[in-house]
């Protein structure tokens, strides 16, 4: 990760109301839900802070989920047993503040979200993720994900391929 900041769980110290990602949505939601999902166990939250600030630089929601495996490229899943659904990590948000955009934070929050999810005792066969427009969907796909082929704005990475192109 980039070596000025440091990735964590969101907690009561952190300046939720200065964070600005330019997109409202993201912004009231870290303000407003985040910390009441975390509570009732539906998403983690985990926040990257310049080293010994209490600012958010980026966050990104961390979740439970599953996918039918019909819905995967056949390509995907055809050395599997005839499971009717997988286990996913759901990456619900994510979001970098606007003065930090471009330092290959959004990258690094990925990172750790995949690291987390490679980690997880509960086994996670791909990290999933709604990309909420075009553009995220290029920034995804960056980084190797793959749209499903019924709905292109869900994307997907095997945690097994993502380790191979993170040399995790
Ligand atoms: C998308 C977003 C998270 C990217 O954050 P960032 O910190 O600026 O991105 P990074 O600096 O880590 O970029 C990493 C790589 O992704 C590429 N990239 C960044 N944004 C991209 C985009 N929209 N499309 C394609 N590639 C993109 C960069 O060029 C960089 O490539 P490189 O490693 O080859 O140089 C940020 O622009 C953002 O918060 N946008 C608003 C919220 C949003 O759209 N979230 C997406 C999920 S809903």
Redesign the pocket.
Same mark, same amino acid.
């Given at each position: 990760m980039t070596a000025s900041f440091v990735i964590q769980s969101l907690a009561p110290e952190h300046d939720r109301l200065a964070f600005s990602?330019?997109?409202d949505a =993201?912004d009231r939601y870290l303000q407003n839900q985040a910390s009441q999902d975390v509570r009732r166990h539906i998403s983690n939250c985990f926040v990257a802070s310049p080293v010994e600030s209490a600012a958010i630089a980026?966050y990104y929601m961390l979740a439970a989920a599953s996918v039918p495996v019909l819905d995967l490229p056949e390509a995907e899943t055809k050395r599997l047993p005839r499971y009717p659904v997988l286990p996913t990590a759901l990456?619900g948000?994510?979001?970098?503040?606007r003065q930090? +955009? +471009? +330092?290959? =934070?959004?990258?690094? =929050? =990925?990172f750790d979200a995949i690291q987390r999810a490679a980690r997880a005792e509960p086994a996670v066969f791909a990290m999933i993720?709604?990309?909420?427009?075009e553009?995220?969907a290029?920034?995804?796909?960056?980084?190797g994900f793959m749209p499903f082929a019924n709905r292109p704005m869900s994307l997907f990475l095997p945690v097994a391929t993502a380790m191979k192109l993170l040399k995790i």
């Open positions: 990602c330019g997109v =993201l980026g990456i948000r994510l979001a970098v503040d930090y +955009r +471009r +330092r290959n =934070l959004g990258g690094a =929050l =990925l993720v709604d990309a909420k427009d553009d995220a290029a920034f995804y796909q960056h980084f």
